[in-house]
């Protein structure tokens, strides 16, 4: 997510930080935390599936792909 993503949501949620910047970085920071766990659980349920159901390069690749989002 970007960080004009992620002040977008923060108002959606009506999460207030006002003009306090320490404030507004805690709030990315969280942010960019969550997205890290969720993007990690997908790419291990590829590895899963990869590892235990069929083992398909397409699978293998989606689980890197989705990793490689947090290196954006």
Do not use: P
């Not at 507004?24 to 997205?35: D, G, H, M, N, Q």
């Not at 993007?39 to 398909?56: K, T």
């Amino acid at each position: 997510m970007t960080k004009e993503e992620i002040i977008e949501r923060a108002r959606k949620a009506k999460l207030s930080y006002g003009s306090d910047l320490h404030v507004l970085r805690s709030v990315i920071t969280f942010a960019k935390l969550v997205a890290e766990k969720e993007r990690e659980e997908c790419a291990e349920l590829c590895d899963y599936v990869y590892n235990n159901i069929v083992a398909d390069d397409h699978i293998k690749n989606m689980a890197f792909k989705i990793r490689a989002r947090g290196q954006e």
